[in-house]
Structures are given as structure tokens and as C-alpha cells.
């Protein structure tokens, strides 16, 4: 009993570490400390415009887009993958997020990840995200260092929210965010 009253703190130091060890419990535990650390996303002061919105795209019905398509329209791209915490971890926030906004913006979940892996992945978690392979690389001011990325994209073509890691997407701010686009209209838009 001397024992454990004087190594409570390294037994449960040990324990914690071999949590983390074990792949079937370390997973879940990055995703949650990935969802406790996540913050809101903030807009960026200086505005990038896209330089094109020339990029093709398919679904995971086979379909060719184009993402054009979105050109004048309020998008939101995010690049994930089914293996990284940090993606899952958002991934209930743009649930959340599409369901609201999902016929007023358009939804970009992009992926490299194997088509089998996407699906049992979305069926799991009972998400009906709109996710695309890139058929070609992305425009130069959508690409990032790491995962998950994510960029929101006015109407006009501008960036105002590009951010790298987990970020808070279904907040009150965010959403605000989102209406604020929604209102204004689109003129002058360079972007190819």
C-alpha cells in the first residue's frame, strides 16, 4: 500500500504511456485532445485572391467536376485524410456545418485517401460529406504543408479563412462568418 501511495503519479505516467502505444486506444485519444485543444478560426487580414478555379475533381460516384463551378459562390475546401486525428477530429463540426450551409456553400472534402477507406469511413460515422479525389494538382493558393487544411473562399475569389490543423468550424463565429459571405455580392472577381 506504501507502494502506491508513493508512485500513484509514475504507475499512472506508465499507464497513460502504454494507453498511447496501444494503435486501438491511441487514436481515439489524439482526436479528443485534438477536439479539446481546437480553437475557432479566425479570418485572415490579408485576403489572397485563388489565381484559378480551374481544378478537376471526382466524387465517389465516379463523376468528373469541375471546381468552376463554384466560381462567384462562397466555398469551402478542406484537404483530409481517414488516418489523420486532427482531421477526424473536425470532421463532426463540418458535419454539423454542412447540414446548415450545405445548399447555400459549396463543399469541397478533399482527399488522396483510397476510395474503399473513404467510404467505410464515412459510413462509420454516418457522415454524407461531399468528398472528391483530386484528378490534378489544386490551385498554387489552396495548397498546404499539412492536414487537414482548410480554406474559405468568398464570392469574389478571396481566401478569408486558411487554416492548417484543427480548428473549431461549427462555432457561433464561424457561422457568422458564413452569413456575413451569403449577404454580400459577387463583382470583380479576377480568378480565372
Given at each position: 500500500?506504501?507502494?502506491?501511495?508513493?508512485?500513484?503519479?509514475?504507475?499512472?505516467?506508465?499507464?497513460?504511456?502504454?494507453v498511447?502505444?496501444?494503435?486501438?486506444?491511441?487514436?481515439?485519444?489524439?482526436?479528443?485532445?485534438?477536439?479539446?485543444?481546437?480553437?475557432?478560426?479566425?479570418?485572415?487580414?490579408?485576403?489572397?485572391?485563388i489565381?484559378?478555379?480551374?481544378w478537376?475533381?471526382?466524387?465517389?460516384?465516379?463523376?468528373?467536376?469541375?471546381f468552376?463551378?463554384?466560381k462567384?459562390?462562397?466555398?469551402?475546401?478542406?484537404?483530409?485524410?481517414?488516418?489523420?486525428?486532427?482531421?477526424?477530429?473536425?470532421?463532426?463540426?463540418?458535419?454539423?456545418?454542412?447540414?446548415?450551409?450545405?445548399?447555400?456553400?459549396?463543399?469541397?472534402?478533399?482527399?488522396?485517401?483510397?476510395?474503399?477507406?473513404?467510404?467505410?469511413?464515412?459510413?462509420?460515422?454516418?457522415?454524407?460529406?461531399?468528398?472528391?479525389f483530386?484528378?490534378?494538382?489544386?490551385?498554387?493558393?489552396?495548397?498546404?504543408?499539412?492536414?487537414?487544411?482548410?480554406?474559405?473562399?468568398d464570392?469574389k475569389?478571396?481566401?478569408?479563412?486558411?487554416?492548417?490543423?484543427?480548428a473549431?468550424?461549427?462555432?457561433?463565429?464561424m457561422?457568422?462568418?458564413?452569413d456575413?459571405?451569403?449577404?454580400?455580392t459577387s463583382?470583380?472577381?479576377?480568378?480565372?
Amino acid at each position: 500500500m506504501k507502494f502506491l501511495k508513493k508512485h500513484w503519479a509514475n504507475l499512472l505516467l506508465l499507464m497513460l504511456i502504454v494507453v498511447l502505444i496501444i494503435p486501438q486506444t491511441r487514436l481515439p485519444i489524439r482526436i479528443f485532445v485534438n477536439r479539446l485543444l481546437s480553437f475557432e478560426p479566425s479570418v485572415l487580414e490579408e485576403q489572397p485572391a485563388i489565381n484559378t478555379y480551374q481544378w478537376s475533381l471526382q466524387d465517389l460516384s465516379g463523376r468528373k467536376i469541375n471546381f468552376s463551378s463554384s466560381k462567384g459562390k462562397v466555398a469551402l475546401v478542406n484537404f483530409w485524410a481517414t488516418w489523420c486525428a486532427p482531421c477526424i477530429a473536425e470532421m463532426p463540426d463540418f458535419q454539423a456545418l454542412y447540414n446548415d450551409y450545405g445548399k447555400k456553400v459549396d463543399f469541397y472534402f478533399v482527399t488522396n485517401d483510397k476510395k474503399q477507406n473513404v467510404e467505410r469511413f464515412l459510413q462509420e460515422n454516418e457522415y454524407e460529406l461531399p468528398v472528391f479525389f483530386p484528378l490534378q494538382q489544386a490551385p498554387k493558393k489552396l495548397i498546404g504543408q499539412a492536414l487537414p487544411a482548410t480554406f474559405l473562399i468568398d464570392k469574389k475569389g478571396n481566401i478569408v479563412i486558411k487554416e492548417f490543423g484543427t480548428a473549431d468550424w461549427n462555432s457561433e463565429a464561424m457561422r457568422k462568418i458564413l452569413d456575413q459571405l451569403l449577404k454580400t455580392t459577387s463583382s470583380g472577381n479576377g480568378a480565372n
